[in-house]
């Protein structure tokens, strides 16, 4: 046995990568367990704080992404509570999930992103977003500032396209990124505790949802074969590795990018919660670059070890335990 400590995996939520998240903590606690270690899985809903104190955990490794998974909240409540986690912390995990902040803080840094603005829905009460727009021209892709790189995204070509894009992304969020369009390959670098590991290229889907183009609506999460020369693949791995460590980010994450046609690179998004299924883009990547998955699942709970050494000790001193009717243990299926 490798180890005492009680390992909760935490999986499922609201968001819209429930069921890949659920996927996902299956086979990491079936990792965990091969591995010698005591875990078990948490549903995770509106009643966390429940779960999690009920459960008595010593570490928490985070299986979920989507909102209140990949902004921080649940980061933040894992904080409250003394409880390692996995993965970026409170800051970095809300950082990464607004676009508009990772842009300012990327171009602290130097940092490549798409020339763009943000458009509040208070600068709307008095100008339209074609008149706030103004001289910037098309096409562009409009986005919302805080929800994933696919969900609420549009390229508008025209005024009219523009007008349709901002309205659809207000329904998600009331900050709204508007970026110039960037024509070229769509890659996804992979990168581990600061260092990454490798890179793939994404296929665009090209639907009536998705007006062509990598940027435009949702994408395919299979990889193709890559097609950037050496310089410039290096030059992808450099600036994903930069990117994680300008947010303060820790652990997997997946930082997208656009090759232009011009052999530029500038950063798309930084996904601080990747999705761990064991054949999943990320773990592929890992593998190709002499990580194994279970290696993979290993190293992510080890740094949280590390991390968390000494930080969380006066606050679990603190900890009182959940004296409530047990229930949520487990998963969906055994527990509902």
Known sequence: MKT??????????ASTTRESSLRAGEVIVRTLRENGRDALPLFVDRD????????????????LGGRYAEDGCLQGVLEMMGIPYTGSGVLASGLARNKAKAKEIFRLYNLPTCPGYVLDSEDMEER???ENHGGFGFPVIVKPASQGNSLGVRLARDE???EEAVEEALRFDRWVVVERFVEGQEVAVAVLNGRALGAVELNP??????????????????????????????SALRIGALAHEALGCEGATRVDLIVSTKGNEVILDVNTQ?????????ARVAASAGVGYSDLVEELLESAQDRSRGRFRERRGFQLPYMGLDRRLGLPGSAH
């Not at 966390?48 to 928490?60: C, F, G, H, K, P």
């Not at 990747?274 to 990320?282: D, E, I, R, S, Y």
Request: charge should be positive; proline fraction near 6%.
């Open 160 to 162: 009219g396209e523009f």
């Open 128 to 130: 339209s977003a074609v």
């Open 274 to 282: 990747p999705v761990l299924t064991a054949h999943g883009l990320f």
């Open 205 to 234: 889907r090209r639907d009536s949802q998705s007006v062509g183009g990598p940027f435009a609506g949702t994408r395919a999460e299979s990889p193709g074969p890559l097609r950037l020369s050496e310089e410039r693949y290096r």
């Open 48 to 63: 966390v704080d429940v779960v999690l104190r009920q459960a008595n955990l010593d570490l928490a490794f985070i299986a």
């Open 4 to 13: 005492s400590q009680r390992i909760g995996v935490l999986l499922g939520g």
